[in-house]
């Protein structure tokens, strides 16, 4: 029963340390994005196509490190030393983010420190995903990664209101302290709860297809795209929906703490059932995942029309669906496809992410202003309409291929 697999799990020696390094490291980021277009506006003074160019720049950094540390860590890095680099990179680039206030230099640091510390997301789970296959093989896998991020998805529920009331006490610079706090932390964590492991020799040659996009995989290159898609829309969402309540609905800062920490509370549960059903087979994932990306397009749609901030509360319901699937199901579903490589496998997970963030980052500062606030969640919804049509014409074929 996938009941008792879930209590074996759990009950792994090490899995419950990791899901404490998984939660703080989802608190890292759940303090300060929210509240990161709010505070390039309005405290640092960037203009909406300012503020799309820092993130681009952050983004498009953060994207070859990754890429650059894919290539090596599943052969040569160790991964509890590449997590522990990353996560003193984020100690050291949120105590100066904490202090700086030239947009140049806040560049410079967020495309140096703050780049390398996001290769903690791709390396934890790839770390996770090795350490399941030792211990209990890989048939719990989709169901432990649902585990894994609804524990994530927990950090989202306290972040956001906490990091809310923070703001209101001690200023900007008082979430970029706490935050470098949570990376001292997680450092702590990645020391006491990550083993180390030594890379052994590969037993054959290891033909490159192309780690950071999948080339040599059509279909898992079509899917990459089309996440990246779904990644652009979440991205130009979490930009314009802090300014979307605070300046046209007249909503405060906790008002938009409330808004991100409702979808995550749903996210759990969804987490752990939709990995429940994409462990009976590829089909049942492959339909989780198009419910996924039909719910981002009603969602998107829904909020165009909101015409008040409370009504923006019960639509993170919908949210909270499309999120679950994105950041749940199709993790393990790319590590299958690359069973060899996790790391490269997560950081092209991790990669279409990041380029779906780029093209959000581009869209908001090109669009922001001219578009309108409606006009960006139209353009959100139509993302996710492309990106379920790509998954329409393309998952049926991949399902074949795979099985």
């Given at each position: 029963?996938?009941?008792?697999?879930?209590?074996?799990?759990?009950?792994?020696?090490?899995?419950?340390?990791?899901?404490?390094?998984?939660?703080?490291?989802?608190l890292t980021s759940a303090f300060i994005l929210p509240f990161v277009s709010?505070?390039?506006?309005?405290?640092?003074?960037?203009?909406?196509?300012?503020?799309?160019?820092?993130?681009?720049?952050?983004?498009?950094?953060?994207?070859?490190?990754?890429?650059?540390?894919?290539?090596?860590?599943?052969?040569?890095?160790?991964?509890?030393?590449?997590?522990?680099?990353?996560?003193?990179?984020?100690?050291?680039?949120?105590?100066?983010?904490?202090?700086?206030?030239?947009?140049?230099?806040?560049?410079?640091?967020?495309?140096?420190?703050?780049?390398?510390?996001?290769?903690?997301?791709?390396?934890?789970?790839?770390?996770?995903?090795?350490?399941?296959?030792?211990e209990s093989g890989d048939a719990d896998v989709p169901f432990s990664m649902?585990?894994?991020?609804?524990?994530?998805?927990?950090?989202?529920?306290?972040?956001?209101?906490?990091?809310?009331?923070?703001?209101?006490?001690?200023?900007?610079?008082?979430?970029?302290?706490?935050?470098?706090?949570?990376?001292?932390?997680?450092?702590?964590?990645?020391?006491?709860?990550?083993?180390?492991?030594?890379r052994a020799a590969p037993s054959e040659p290891r033909v490159q297809t192309?780690?950071?996009?999948?080339?040599?995989?059509?279909?898992?290159?079509?899917?990459?795209?089309?996440?990246?898609?779904?990644?652009?829309?979440?991205?130009?969402?979490?930009?314009?929906?802090?300014?979307?309540?605070?300046?046209?609905?007249?909503?405060?800062?906790?008002?938009?703490?409330?808004?991100?920490?409702?979808?995550?509370?749903?996210?759990?549960?969804?987490?752990?059932?939709?990995?429940?059903?994409?462990?009976?087979?590829?089909?049942?994932?492959?339909?989780?995942?198009?419910?996924?990306?039909?719910?981002?397009?009603?969602?998107?749609?829904?909020?165009?029309?909101?015409?008040?901030?409370?009504?923006?509360?019960?639509?993170?319901?919908?949210?909270?669906?499309?999120?679950?699937?994105?950041?749940?199901?199709?993790?393990?579903?790319?590590?299958?496809?690359?069973?060899?490589?996790?790391?490269?496998?997560?950081?092209?997970?991790?990669?279409?992410?990041?380029?779906?963030?780029?093209?959000?980052?581009?869209?908001?500062?090109?669009?922001?202003?001219?578009?309108?606030?409606?006009?960006?969640?139209?353009?959100?919804?139509?993302?996710?309409?492309?990106?379920?049509?790509?998954?329409?014409?393309?998952?049926?074929?991949?399902?074949?291929?795979?099985?």
């Amino acid at each position: 029963m996938r009941l008792t697999g879930g209590r074996r799990v759990l009950l792994q020696p090490s899995f419950l340390g990791l899901l404490a390094t998984n939660f703080v490291l989802g608190l890292t980021s759940a303090f300060i994005l929210p509240f990161v277009s709010l505070w390039a506006t309005r405290d640092i003074g960037m203009s909406s196509f300012g503020l799309g160019v820092f993130m681009t720049l952050n983004g498009l950094a953060a994207i070859g490190v990754s890429t650059w540390i894919a290539r090596g860590s599943d052969s040569h890095f160790s991964r509890r030393a590449l997590l522990m680099l990353g996560a003193a990179a984020g100690v050291l680039g949120n105590l100066a983010y904490a202090h700086v206030r030239n947009a140049y230099a806040l560049t410079l640091i967020g495309s140096t420190l703050l780049a390398l510390a996001t290769i903690n997301f791709a390396q934890l789970f790839a770390h996770v995903r090795e350490e399941l296959g030792r211990e209990s093989g890989d048939a719990d896998v989709p169901f432990s990664m649902g585990v894994l991020r609804a524990c994530y998805a927990l950090a989202w529920t306290v972040g956001p209101p906490s990091s809310a009331l923070i703001l209101g006490r001690f200023g900007y610079p008082g979430i970029f302290l706490a935050t470098a706090a949570l990376y001292l932390i997680f450092l702590g964590c990645v020391h006491r709860f990550v083993k180390r492991r030594p890379r052994a020799a590969p037993s054959e040659p290891r033909v490159q297809t192309g780690p950071s996009w999948g080339l040599g995989q059509p279909w898992l290159l079509a899917h990459a795209v089309a996440f990246a898609l779904m990644f652009a829309a979440f991205t130009l969402k979490g930009l314009n929906l802090p300014l979307f309540l605070t300046e046209q609905l007249g909503g405060t800062e906790r008002g938009v703490g409330a808004a991100f920490a409702i979808s995550p509370v749903f996210e759990m549960a969804f987490m752990l059932w939709f990995g429940h059903i994409a462990a009976k087979g590829r089909r049942q994932e492959r339909g989780v995942i198009l419910l996924g990306a039909l719910a981002a397009v009603v969602y998107f749609a829904a909020l165009s029309c909101v015409e008040a901030a409370w009504q923006v509360y019960p639509l993170q319901v919908l949210n909270a669906v499309a999120v679950a699937v994105t950041t749940s199901v199709a993790i393990p579903f790319f590590q299958d496809l690359m069973p060899r490589q996790p790391g490269a496998a997560t950081s092209l997970y991790s990669n279409a992410l990041r380029v779906g963030s780029l093209v959000g980052f581009i869209s908001f500062g090109a669009l922001a202003g001219s578009s309108g606030h409606t006009g960006l969640f139209l353009l959100c919804s139509g993302l996710s309409a492309v990106t379920l049509g790509i998954l329409l014409v393309a998952g049926s074929r991949s399902t074949r291929a795979f099985e």
